[in-house]
């Protein structure tokens, strides 16, 4: 099935020790897992439960030093693919985590521990973890030894001067597989394949960074056009169902990625929640190429759907 699990922070608190959770379904599952760096559960926690090679995704931190630690981390953890998130340079307005009031480390108000008393699963979990903070940071980053620090560090750690040339600098760092998360234009999806990227991922960060940014699907037309095969092209961001594999396929993409739809599955059900989740999203995928009269993935193409005149076109109204 050509669908990976998304790097998403804080996993770990939607169930304890919910990153290696998740990268267990998705092992016995057969699809890849992607670590965030602001995972709960450290890339050595991930390594110690798991038994295939996942993927570790990193930001472009201005920390030389930090950011190669990391890499020798991936790789000594036997990663076979570094993601390197492009489109957070700084953080967007997630007007969701100021109004739910998230912060790092969390700030126990009446409201949250009310809503705690009501999650004893959650809540006995958690008592019963040793992983409650930023394991990939917390001990890792010059001048984070504990969660308090981490909100200083998180500030200053972020290049807002990025540039290729700096990418060009990771690509130096890590010698394996690199796939550059955040592409929605095509003049960047060129310079991904200059820089000596193995995949691109189509993305507008779930809608969670640039207010009013266009969606993936739409932008994923003109990047295939500047691209073609020089490069595999992913896409995230609004996968939710097997349709939406199946329309991202057609239109181009050789893989898919999902962030919440596995996220709400760890908070209901843990490692099984994951499981199921992907189970639904493949016998949605199955029954949609079915009706499509499609029986093998790797032959959809845009005849098997209905594309809006212009929708390639972001300038154009659909």
């Known amino acids: 099935m050509p669908v990976a699990i998304a790097p998403v922070g804080l996993t770990g608190m939607q169930a304890a020790d919910g990153e290696i959770k998740a990268a267990k379904a998705a092992e016995a599952f057969g699809v890849p897992f992607t670590l965030s760096t602001m995972s709960i559960c450290s890339i050595e926690d991930v390594a110690e439960n798991t038994t295939k090679p996942f993927w570790m995704q990193v930001y472009t931190l201005k920390d030389d030093d930090f950011m190669q630690r990391l890499f020798d981390r991936a790789k000594a953890a036997k990663c076979s693919a570094v993601v390197i998130t492009v489109d957070l340079q700084l953080m967007g307005q997630r007007h969701k985590d100021i109004k739910n009031g998230l912060s790092a480390p969390p700030k126990p108000t009446v409201t949250n521990l009310i809503n705690m008393m009501t999650k004893v699963r959650w809540g006995l979990g958690m008592l019963g973890t040793k992983r409650r903070f930023f394991g990939n940071i917390v001990g890792h980053a010059d001048g984070v030894k504990d969660p308090s620090s981490l909100s200083t560090w998180t500030n200053e750690a972020f290049d ?104 709400y599955g760890l908070g209901a059900m843990g490692q099984q929640g994951v499981a199921t989740a992907l189970e639904v999203i493949r016998k949605e995928l199955d029954l949609s190429m079915g009706l499509c009269g499609v029986q093998d993935i790797n032959t959809l193409s845009e005849d098997h759907i209905y594309v809006p005149q212009g929708f390639g076109d972001p300038t154009v109204m659909i």
């Not at 592409?183 to 969670?208: F, K, M, T, Y």
Request: glycine letters at 12%; a neutral charge; one cysteine or more.
């Open 160 to 263: 807002q001067a990025l540039d290729w040339d700096r990418i060009r600098q990771f690509r130096k760092m890590w010698d394996g597989k690199l796939i550059i998360k955040g592409i929605l234009d095509p003049e960047d999806a060129r310079q991904a394949c200059n820089v000596g990227a193995d995949a691109i991922i189509v993305s507008n960060h779930g809608g969670r960074q640039l207010d009013g940014a266009i969606s993936s699907i739409r932008m994923l037309p003109m990047i295939m056009d500047a691209v073609g095969d020089q490069i595999e092209v992913h896409l995230d961001s609004g996968i939710r169902s097997g349709q939406d594999v199946l329309k991202a396929m057609a239109m181009g993409a050789k893989g898919t990625y999902i962030g919440r739809a596995f996220v």
